[in-house]
């Protein structure tokens, strides 16, 4: 599955896009990884690979991501709806 898949399929089980994943982290002052998995588990019951991308998204950001985890191609981070 790809980085994008992870966090497409993470948006549709809760409604919430990558970025407002962002902002909601920031929100909390959550910085370290496992803080923000057990977060993301217990709050919006994202399974382990979900919440560890997310996580990986907030604690990285979306420029490490793309560079490293999709070839250089940007991430779609406002949602399923803003797609072109």
Do not use: C, V
Not at 41 to 60: D, N
């Amino acid at each position: 599955m790809s980085f994008q898949a992870y966090l497409d399929n993470a948006e549709k089980q809760t409604g919430i896009t990558p970025r407002a994943f962002l902002d909601l982290a920031a929100a909390k002052n959550l910085t370290k990884p496992g803080e923000i998995i057990a977060w993301l588990k217990e709050e919006h019951t994202l399974g382990h690979g979900h919440a560890t991308a997310i996580a990986r998204l907030i604690t990285k950001g979306p420029e490490f991501i793309a560079e490293h985890h999709t070839g250089g191609a940007a991430l779609h981070l406002d949602g399923l709806a803003a797609r072109p």
